[in-house]
């Protein structure tokens, strides 16, 4: 699958290194897979727990990737490891091309509830089972190919740079207070700088409102099918509750903001999932891929990213867009692009007119013109004055050029050859290159890999308790009350305050159907710990209910 990928997306494909899940990630994966199917089993859309069991996904063991991606592709997709976020224009383009992007991190045990970094509980057990529902896969695809033309801002990728960045912070055991507070305080500026609201993040917020956070059914008695949801253990419950209110699904949901760090206040209800295909397309209709002219080259310059505009004639060119120029009618009559620019023809880049040629910018007119002598006259004014080289692939190509409109001189002989994208109008403007092969990497595809732990003699002296355990459940021929005191009692005195530990072992001795007073001993311990901290105690309490399930 690697090999297939295009090279710009390759980067961001990592090996699962399944290895590196200690045996606290695999207790972890357990605990929040056996909690969450005992409440969506109930309360999530019906394909979910059909889902977890099509696409290989258990309470037992983190799933490997690539036994995922065996399993998709049977409903038409494939699964790929990535590391922590990816920019939301690579995880478009992937999910285009039927590619699961799985993060394949594992959340820390302090963070079971909810994490705000992506993870493979996240990614495998909350997206993989509703792609199971054709209807849902379909609007998946649809909305990666809208998606994929957005118009993406430097402001938007300053934010997800702030955003991946607090996530992370948070997200790691060692990150101190005031690393939060310094990550927090920049997400903060970064928002409060922000001066518009760009395509991308309208569309990020509808994919939050749907495939992250969305309901679906009735407002009355809504059904969970968003991948935030379903991997959520703590906000799985609260959404369903009163205090969050469910508001019927319309475009209008990508007016509304969200915090990514903090559980939502309001949620969105959709019918049925045919029904998100329809709402995408009312939002499409208004995006600057389909209405092109002064709209879409508006928000290009409003956005100082990389873009393309795309003529009548099928010419496409590939910049920043700077400045445009309007005749007494309104109509565009000349364009400018900044900075290394392209040329392309569906969706491929023309020969001679790659970025380093047109690497100080590239200008145009537009419109209808006469040739008078070496001079083409425009209808709108401008004229264009020197000696034609060539004409190929639709440009003109001129040597000794002079362009002029009105008493403004556009172009001189010194700045080279004037290459004209012939055209009369602007049909469509997308985010980033035509030929993104061609053109290279752009700002918003930066790679970043979560690091890798270094653990302490008294972190793996954890593991190994978490991995007699985790062996000692496997090997039910050698369950007795003697063996399961001792592995307790080693706890005691090696991890007295390590609670999943006890569910685990709470969990073996009432199914081993020994001694009740063994179970009794684990669960007052339990109660010791909750007692001491408050916090652990609907983790706990959960964990206790499902051990005697």
Same mark, same amino acid.
């Given at each position: 699958?690697?090999? &297939? ?60 990737? &690539?036994?995922?991606?065996?399993? !998709? ?20 383009? !992937? ?67 702030? =955003? ?34 760009? @395509?991308?993040?309208?569309? +990020? ?35 369903? +509750? ?17 915090? =990514? ?70 109509? =565009? ?32 007119? !537009? ?79 930066? #790679? ?9 003699? &008294? ?22 009350? +003697? ?50 901290? @408050?916090?652990?105690? +609907? ?7 499902? #051990?005697?399930?």
């Amino acid at each position: 699958m690697m090999n &297939e990928l295009p090279q710009h997306l390759k980067k961001y494909c990592v090996d699962q290194n399944y290895a590196r899940y200690t045996p606290v990630d695999q207790a972890t994966w357990r605990y929040c897979l056996r909690q969450l199917k005992d409440f969506l089993s109930k309360n999530a859309h019906p394909v979910y727990i059909e889902g977890l069991e099509k696409t290989g996904i258990s309470e037992d063991q983190i799933p490997r990737i &690539e036994d995922m991606s065996e399993k !998709l592709k049977n409903f038409g997709w494939t699964a790929m490891p990535v590391s922590g976020f990816i920019p939301p224009a690579a995880f478009m383009e !992937l999910q285009s091309l039927s590619i699961l992007p799985i993060a394949s991190d594992m959340r820390t045990i302090d963070h079971l509830l909810y994490t705000p970094a992506p993870d493979i509980v996240h990614e495998a057990a909350g997206h993989a089972p509703i792609i199971v529902d054709p209807e849902y896969a379909a609007y998946l695809k649809e909305y990666a190919q809208v998606a994929k033309k957005a118009i993406i801002s430097k402001e938007d990728l300053d934010l997800y740079e702030a =955003i991946r960045e607090l996530s992370d912070v948070k997200e790691n055991p060692t990150s101190t207070a005031e690393q939060i507070a310094q990550s927090e305080k920049k997400l903060d500026a970064t928002i409060k700088a922000s001066t518009h609201v760009s @395509e991308a993040t309208e569309l +990020s917020r509808m994919n939050w409102w749907t495939a992250e956070y969305g309901l679906v059914g009735t407002v009355d008695k809504p059904k969970i099918f968003g991948a935030g949801l379903l991997s959520s253990i703590g906000e799985s419950k609260w959404c369903l +509750s009163d205090k969050v209110k469910k508001i019927p699904l319309t475009v209008d949901c990508i007016k509304q903001t969200y915090d =990514i760090t903090e559980p939502q206040p309001q949620l969105f209800v959709t019918p049925d999932f045919k029904f998100l295909v329809k709402v995408l397309h009312q939002m499409a209709e208004k995006m600057a891929y389909r209405v092109g002219g002064k709209t879409g080259l508006d928000k290009a310059i409003q956005a100082k990213s990389v873009n393309t505009v795309q003529l009548d004639t099928g010419l496409q060119i590939s910049g920043v867009v700077s400045e445009y120029i309007q005749d007494s009618a309104g109509n =565009i009559i000349y364009i400018k692009f900044s900075g290394p620019t392209q040329i392309s023809k569906n969706d491929q880049q023309l020969s001679g007119h790659d970025k380093e040629y047109h690497q100080h910018g590239y200008s145009f007119p !537009l419109g209808n013109y006469k040739q008078v002598g070496n001079t083409l006259q425009y209808d709108s004014g401008v004229t264009v004055t020197g000696d034609l080289a060539k004409t190929e692939n639709g440009i003109m190509t001129f040597k000794n050029c002079t362009v002029k409109y009105k008493d403004q001189t556009l172009f001189q002989p010194e700045w080279g050859n004037f290459d004209i994208t012939v055209g009369n109008k602007v049909v469509s403007v997308f985010g980033g290159p035509a030929d993104r092969k061609a053109y290279g990497d752009t700002d918003d595809f930066v #790679a970043a890999r979560v690091p890798t732990p270094n653990y302490s003699a &008294e972190q793996k002296r954890l593991f190994a308790l978490y991995q007699n355990i985790r062996d000692y459940r496997k090997s039910r021929t050698e369950w007795s009350d +003697s063996t399961i005191m001792a592995l307790f009692d080693k706890c005691l005195n090696e991890a007295t305050d390590q609670w999943l530990l006890y569910v685990e072992l709470l969990e073996i001795a009432y199914m081993s159907k020994l001694s009740p007073a063994l179970s009794k001993k684990i669960e007052t311990h339990l109660q010791t710990i909750k007692s001491n901290n @408050e916090k652990l105690t +609907s983790v706990i309490d959960d964990g206790v209910r499902l #051990a005697y399930a």
